[in-house]
């Protein structure tokens, strides 16, 4: 079965500075792949997604994703975060209109 | 106008009670999903329907029951209640029949069982 591991339960980081968020996947095929934000109290909204062709993908937000097929990994970039980044971010998988799989996400902490 | 939206956003009832919640998307889109988000806002899913037909119903409870009238609506039924039901409940929906499978979210429902 796939799965998709989050390795950063909690991540904090300063104004200004970058992130990185790590995703990782188990999958035969390269499958789909999301990234999606939950802001306390919302429902998800979608960051930017992955199927094919160029590796690195833009997304809303200023966030971008890298695919690293050697890595089985699609993590998730922003060059300089701003306060209201501050949220949960879930890395997400689909197998080909199959089933769609989460992460267990990763707090983000943005500190002034 | 809002592309899924879900009633109640907060539902708060005693156990042993049956309650429903009720999802509605207005995107055109085939497929509708539940998902539930657990306190360590761990996300699972729960069903998939695509166009009134179910195709996914992962190992749920049987005392949780989708309804869906039409394929704008996806409802969730919910029989005895349990403490551990206790989490938030998310509708999703997607243009199944299209090349990926991009989910749009409702905001929550937010259920607490005392």
């Known amino acids: 079965a796939q799965s998709v591991t989050q390795p950063d339960i909690h991540i904090t980081v300063s104004e200004g500075a970058s992130l990185e968020l790590r995703c990782n996947y188990s999958?035969?095929?390269?499958?789909?792949l999301f990234w999606y934000v939950q802001s306390p109290g919302q429902g998800l909204q979608l960051l930017l997604k992955?199927?094919?062709?160029?590796?690195l993908v833009q997304g809303i937000k200023g966030f971008e994703a890298e695919f690293k097929r050697s890595q089985s990994s699609f993590n998730l970039r922003k060059p300089s975060v701003h306060w209201s980044d501050a949220a949960e971010y879930f890395c997400?998988?689909?197998?080909?209109?199959?089933?769609?799989?989460f992460g267990p996400g990763t707090r983000l902490s943005v500190l002034p | 106008d809002t592309a899924v939206s879900q009633t109640p956003k907060y539902l708060v009832t005693q156990m042993g009670n049956d309650k429903s919640i009720k999802c509605e998307q207005n995107?055109?889109?085939?497929?509708m999903y539940w998902y539930k988000q657990d306190s360590k806002k761990f996300l699972k899913i729960m069903f998939s329907y695509n166009n009134k037909e179910l195709i996914i119903n992962e190992t749920v409870p049987n005392r949780f029951s989708p309804k869906s009238p039409d394929k704008a609506h996806l409802n969730l039924h919910i029989n005895s209640l349990e403490l551990g039901d206790s989490a938030v409940y998310f509708c999703a929906s997607s243009p199944r029949g299209t090349s990926y499978n991009e989910q749009f979210f409702g905001p929550g429902t937010r259920l607490t069982v005392l």
């Open positions: 999958y035969g095929a390269t499958p789909y």
């Open positions: 995107l055109g889109h085939d497929t």
């Open positions: 992955y199927f094919s062709g160029d590796t």
């Open positions: 997400a998988v689909e197998d080909y209109g199959q089933n769609f799989v």
